[in-house]
């Protein structure tokens, strides 16, 4: 029995001349060279990238935490950014999740919000039902495995066109690891408050992605990523995670590429 | 009354009750060995009875819009509910909270001078602690459900709703039964050991007095209370006594007698991945005159202890559809790894997580919302569509809000809730809804980023440490577009 969700079901708009790129804060303190690769992918594609120097974080950390009327003021000022009616697309599972979903509940059911969260896309997502990607790979032959997050998947759907755009590169075998499902452990501030729960369930993760014998494992989660590399780095496992954006145009380029940490 | 408290505080997930568990459970090979397999083949089992996810779908919004019809005229279904098990000669009792319930059974079996109980299985007896009070008013209880027998002997409490001893394996459970039971051969052959264990039993139903049970589901339009069981115990425990007394919480009432058949076929299917369980008990009435056999008496007892508090909030309320089936805990990745006694409550893994706050208020259980990484794997699968993960985050609001907000949703507003944490979520948000303090701060982040230290708590005792990057993707954006403008300028 397949894992079917219905929520991530919906239209999807003609390839569009321009698109927003929503970065999130992770990339941009952290992997930048992913928000970069993103917006290059989408060039290709010969679509216009903007990036709103106004945008900060999808509000989610607070949100997770409880703290209802910041995360609140946080989402209300992402929205401001992003006024043009044209698709906002996030290199992040989790923070489209929040900003496609979470955002109605928080900032309430009103025209505007509405229709921001119906522009928000996930990368993969933008990628396969939008732009109806092909990639061509020119990389070498590799064995690669992917982790979804918990968001991307049951929120996004990340599950299946991530796999999909991997499923696509001629030289690349998917593997499939043990409890792909299964939450790596991140949850955000659950990894500090709960450390020794989040330490046994990214032993586990990383356990079972090692035993895949990929090169390398891929993602669209800087989150997930943060964990997980941290764990493997902090193992000396030779296993690093990329993110998805920086793999496809790796593959499609030629590139070999690195892994990020 | 000072027995009750007890009871409570040492159920209550304190925070710091919580992590001693937590840590204990987590290095305990064995233990966590037992719920890997058990919730592997768990989660088989489910996926397996279930033909299609269409098939899946249907049934769980059916069961939703069911259990949420229900919901909403609860206090009216409840009162129908009186009316006809009083008319069928079931006589009904109110208990707000978990003392009330013990004393009201402790009153019904002193007055037909009981001495020996022998028990259903049934999580609501656990909520309230029964035995323990029970047995300290001089009467005798035997849980005579396989699971509960063995967390009986063992003189442990159930790891699981619906598999109590699913933290033991056979080969704990065949030396826990040579320890206690007289004249045990030694066996680790599954069949063998429910065989003899079943043996004890049996002598059991025919002595006691008394015969205790839960309920599934009350037919508030046919006055009828269904069991739902795999091992005949129930249907012994309500029939052999002369006085059988059920107990349940308010939310177990539905409207109809067809509400019941989509409902029993999720659970056992979500639960053990049946298509229907063994035993399915629907008690209608006490012994009638010129029957044979049946106790001469039936009563129930519907317990509120906290759940009219979820009742009375909208978003809260749907934390009532539980049908108790197990499904989100067989699924959560926090359960599997620390099983089921760490949570220090009743009910563990996420239902737990959603209904102990209720029972016990929020200052004792302020870590069990915070337990969770909000994967979502247990709204997936509830059969009842509970949107579980947003469920514990409105606790985590609740938790944090300053205790003196009105109105007061919740026992233990504000328990979670510490100044400096409060502050630097203020401090957070100011930074991030202002793009010059946000640039700034970013700026701050990669200009010292060699100050970002090795060490960060728990994160780096299995991880390394992540680096701040050199530049900002805001700062790279801003190069590139400008790199462009200038050759664009040198080819004008």
Not at chain 1, 25 to 39: E, L, R
Not at chain 2, 263 to 274: D, H, I, K, N
């Amino acid at each position: 029995m397949q894992q079917l969700n219905t929520q991530h079901l919906r239209d999807y708009p003609k390839k569009p001349k321009q698109v927003y790129l929503f970065g999130t804060c992770i990339v941009d303190s952290f992997f930048p060279d992913t928000g970069m690769d993103a917006i290059e992918l989408l060039e290709r594609e010969g679509i216009e990238v903007i990036y709103p120097q106004g945008q900060s974080c999808c509000g989610q950390p607070a949100y997770n935490s409880g703290y209802k009327d910041e995360a609140k003021a946080v989402a209300l000022s992402q929205v401001k950014q992003f006024p043009l009616d044209i698709p906002v697309v996030v290199v992040s599972g989790s923070c489209g999740g929040m900003m496609r979903h979470h955002y109605l509940d928080l900032l309430g059911d009103d025209p505007e919000i509405n229709n921001f969260c119906q522009r928000v896309f996930e990368l993969t997502e933008f990628l396969v039902h939008v732009l109806h990607l092909k990639p061509v790979d020119q990389g070498p032959k590799e064995k690669v495995a992917l982790h979804t997050s918990c968001a991307a998947r049951r929120e996004m759907g990340v599950h299946l066109t991530g796999n999909k755009l991997i499923s696509q590169l001629a030289n690349v075998e998917l593997v499939i690891h043990d409890y792909e499902s299964e939450c790596c452990g991140f949850g955000g501030t659950f990894a500090v408050k709960h450390a020794d729960i989040s330490a046994a369930m990214v032993a586990d993760k990383s356990k079972h992605l090692v035993a895949t014998d990929a090169v390398r494992y891929v993602s669209a989660d800087h989150g997930c990523m943060m964990n997980i590399n941290g764990a493997l780095d902090y193992q000396k496992q030779s296993l690093r995670g990329e993110h998805i954006a920086s793999y496809l145009l790796n593959r499609i380029k030629g590139n070999s590429s690195k892994g990020s940490l | 009354m000072k027995h009750i408290i007890e009871e409570e505080s040492k159920y209550a997930a304190s925070a710091k009750a919580f992590r001693a568990n937590v840590a204990r459970d987590l290095g305990n090979e064995e233990l966590r060995s037992n719920f890997r397999g058990a919730m592997d083949y768990l989660m088989d089992k489910r996926k397996s009875a279930f033909s299609s996810e269409d098939e899946l779908e249907v049934l769980r919004e059916q069961c939703k819009l069911i259990k949420q019809r229900c919901l909403a005229k609860l206090p009216h279904l409840l009162e129908q509910l009186e009316g006809n098990l009083e008319r069928n000669g079931i006589k009904v009792h109110w208990a707000e909270t978990i003392t009330e319930a013990n004393e009201i059974i402790a009153q019904l079996i002193a007055d037909k001078k009981g001495s020996s109980v022998v028990k259903g299985k049934s999580m609501v007896s656990e909520e309230t602690a029964l035995n323990d009070y029970l047995e300290e008013r001089n009467v005798e209880c035997l849980e005579s459900d396989m699971g509960e027998y063995i967390v009986q002997l063992a003189k442990e409490h159930p790891s699981h709703i619906i598999m109590p001893a699913i933290h033991q394996n056979k080969k704990q459970v065949a030396k826990l039964f040579a320890d206690n039971i007289e004249g045990f051969e030694y066996s680790t052959d599954v069949d063998t050991l429910i065989q003899q264990g079943r043996e004890v039993l049996r002598n059991k139903f025919c002595q006691a007095d008394v015969g205790i049970s839960g309920v599934n589901f009350a037919v508030a339009e046919t006055g009828t209370l269904c069991l739902v069981e795999n091992e005949g115990n129930g249907r012994m425990c309500t029939t052999i006594p002369d006085l059988h007394i059920a107990i349940t919480g308010i939310e177990k009432v539905v409207e109809h007698l067809s509400d019941v058949p989509p409902l029993l076929s999720l659970l056992t299917r979500s639960a053990t991945g049946q298509a229907i369980s063994t035993y399915f008990n629907m008690i209608s009435s006490a012994r009638k005159p010129g029957e044979k056999d049946g106790p001469q008496e039936v009563h129930l007892v519907l317990l509120d202890n906290g759940r009219s508090q979820a009742f009375a909030d909208e978003e809260l309320k749907q934390t009532l559809q539980c049908i108790r089936c197990g499904a989100c805990m067989n699924h959560c990745p926090v359960y599997t790894r620390i099983g089921g006694h760490a949570y220090g409550t009743v009910y563990p893994g996420p239902i737990g997580k959603m209904v102990s706050p209720h029972m016990l208020g929020l200052e004792a259980t302020t870590n069990l919302p915070t337990a969770s990484t909000l994967c979502g794997a247990c709204g997936e699968v509830c059969p009842v569509k509970i949107p579980i993960p947003k469920i514990l985050l409105r606790l985590r609001q609740e938790s944090v809000k300053p205790k003196s907000q009105q109105p007061e949703v919740m026992k233990g507003q504000g328990a979670g809730r510490s100044s400096v944490e409060a502050l630097i979520w203020k401090v957070w948000a100011q930074v991030h809804k202002s793009p010059t303090m946000y640039a700034l701060s970013m700026w701050g982040l990669t200009r010292f980023r060699f100050l970002m230290p090795k060490k960060l708590g728990g994160w780096t005792s299995v991880r390394t440490a992540p680096k701040p990057a050199a530049t900002t993707l805001h700062q790279r954006v801003k190069a590139k577009q400008e790199k462009a403008k200038q050759s664009q300028q040198e080819r004008g």
